[in-house]
Antibody, heavy 118, light 107 residues
Framework: QVQLQESGPGVVKPSETLSLTCTVS????????WSWIRQSPGKGLEWIGY???????NYSPSLKSRVTISVDTSQNQFSLTLTSVTTADTAVYYC????????????WGQGTLVTVSS | AIQLTQSPSSLSASVGDRVTITCRAS??????VAWYQQRPGKPPTLLIF???SLESGVPSRFRGSGSGTDFTLTISSLQPEDFATYYC?????????FGGGTKVEIK
């Protein structure tokens, strides 16, 4: 059974950089797309972007200028970097696996709350 | 980006009720829709893909239908564990987008 676990700081100061890592266990990263999604408090789901196991990426246009997703398959991890954060970036951040076609989220982490506050 | 509009945003229902949630896309997306269930404090879980295909392990009381721009999730007989928020998601094109969610509450 594939499992994903997010890790990283729970609080980030405005204008600084948010960095999260997702550790994948119970399966290989090969042939899959690995994604980040966020959910602002009491709000809906927003797709941030994905990275293919080989390293190619696709980002949401609304965040593209501030987002970088990277992968380290030797460590079974992928990471999210979001620069110049504001309070609007406060959210629960989920990592998730997209199926081989890059369409459906079939495994999710439990999520980690990141609060942007001074 | 393709926008998905869900209705209603919330509803109250009783155990045993039939519940219908709709999702309308801003442009035609064939059958490229999935439905997810999210319980409080938990990540979403996949229920339906390709508009009408049931994910393995999901009870048969969940049914998806539709194509083009209009999609429906129906729960034929609401069970206590079904009280949750439901989201549609389109995968016709990037960026992947979600509907705003429908919260199903106990009447």
């Amino acid at each position: 059974q594939v499992q994903l676990q997010e890790s990283g700081p729970g609080v980030v100061k405005p204008s600084e950089t948010l960095s999260l890592t997702c550790t994948v266990s119970g399966g290989s990263m090969s042939s899959y797309y690995w994604s980040w999604i966020r959910q602002s408090p009491g709000k809906g789901l927003e797709w941030i972007g994905y990275i293919y196991f080989s390293g190619s990426t696709n980002y949401s246009p609304s965040l593209k200028s501030r987002v970088t997703i990277s992968v380290d398959t030797s460590q079974n991890q992928f990471s999210l970097t979001l620069t110049s954060v504001t309070t609007a970036d406060t959210a629960v951040y989920y990592c998730a696996r997209l199926g081989v076609a890059g369409e459906l989220f079939d495994y999710w982490g439990q999520g980690t709350l990141v609060t942007v506050s001074s | 980006a393709i926008q998905l509009t869900q209705s209603p945003s919330s509803l109250s229902a009783s155990v045993g009720d039939r519940v219908t949630i709709t999702c309308r896309a801003s442009q035609g997306i064939s059958s490229a829709v999935a439905w997810y269930q999210q319980r409080p404090g938990k990540p979403p879980t996949l229920l339906i893909f390709d508009a009408s295909s049931l994910e393995s392990g999901v009870p048969s009381r969940f049914r998806g239908s539709g194509s083009g721009t209009d999609f429906t999730l129906t729960i034929s007989s609401l069970q206590p564990e079904d009280f949750a928020t439901y989201y549609c998601q389109q995968f016709n094109s990037y960026p992947l987008t979600f509907g705003g969610g429908t919260k199903v509450e106990i009447k």
